[in-house]
């Protein structure tokens, strides 16, 4: 019995290592694509700043837009509809108000994330093909004052009411254009200090909505590691 218990003590330690091997790799890769992130953004500010001029004022358009940014980017990294996330919920919540969401992303521990990608961006085609400077002035102001809009609005919406929802982190309101994002914080710095603010929502670009989902598959592979040990 005793030889026994060795060979098992033995065989698990051996797991442990080579669980904590496979948990270094991880952080590695994990480390390497945060240092692609800078490389993507520059990217995605190009591409994305041409897109502008074909959705120029249509915000049925930009909204449907957003919605594929953010699932593209979800399956890409292996999120499966159904499994990890649920999209287009639409349910009356405990305070009687109907609720509909872009995106359920679930969460270790049965907490889900809120995801939104329906930003505005009117204001910033004008700001993008401005030709004098006092249109594009107004034009950007209004784009920052949609910004904070969308947040105060999505912070009032209690998305924790419903059914659907155990325990809500916060929602993560994402700009899927990457310059309509970085223009608006270095026109508007107090913009940051405004929606950092507010701990119910966090609004994130496209690479930083990213590296927000290598991190939550990060903590779905620590769970899964330690339900094996157990």
Same mark, same amino acid.
């Given at each position: ?21 496979? /948990? ?21 500010? /190009?591409?994305?700043?041409?897109? &502008? ?27 499966e509809e159904g499994r990890d996330y649920i999209k287009q919920l639409s349910e009356t919540g405990e305070d009687r108000k109907r609720k509909r969401t872009d995106f359920i ?16 961006? &009117? ?64 026109? /508007? ?8 603010? /507010? ?32």
């Amino acid at each position: 019995a005793t030889e026994a218990l060795s060979n098992s003590m033995d065989q698990y330690a051996k797991a442990i290592q080579e669980a904590d091997k496979a /948990d270094s790799l991880r952080v590695l890769g994990l480390e390497k694509e945060i240092g692609n992130m800078s490389v993507l953004g520059l990217t995605l500010a /190009d591409e994305t700043r041409e897109l &502008t001029l074909a959705l120029r004022g249509d915000s049925q358009a930009q909204g449907a837009w957003g919605e594929v940014v953010v699932e593209n980017l979800l399956q890409s990294m292996g999120f499966e509809e159904g499994r990890d996330y649920i999209k287009q919920l639409s349910e009356t919540g405990e305070d009687r108000k109907r609720k509909r969401t872009d995106f359920i992303l679930n969460l270790p521990g049965n907490r889900q994330v809120v995801i939104d990608s329906k930003v505005s961006l &009117t204001a910033y085609t004008e700001y993008v093909n401005a030709e004098d400077e006092e249109v594009s002035t107004a034009a950007m102001k209004s784009h920052c004052k949609s910004i904070r809009k969308h947040v105060e609005v999505l912070a009032s919406k209690n998305y924790e009411h419903m059914e659907s929802i155990n325990t809500l982190d916060f929602v993560l309101m994402v700009v899927p254009l990457e310059s309509a994002f970085i223009d608006a914080m270095r026109v /508007d710095p107090g913009l940051y200090e405004d929606i950092v603010a /507010d701990r119910r929502v966090k609004v994130v670009s496209g690479t930083s909505f990213r590296l927000a989902l290598l991190l939550i598959q990060e903590l779905w592979k620590r769970e899964n590691q330690s339900r094996n040990q157990m």
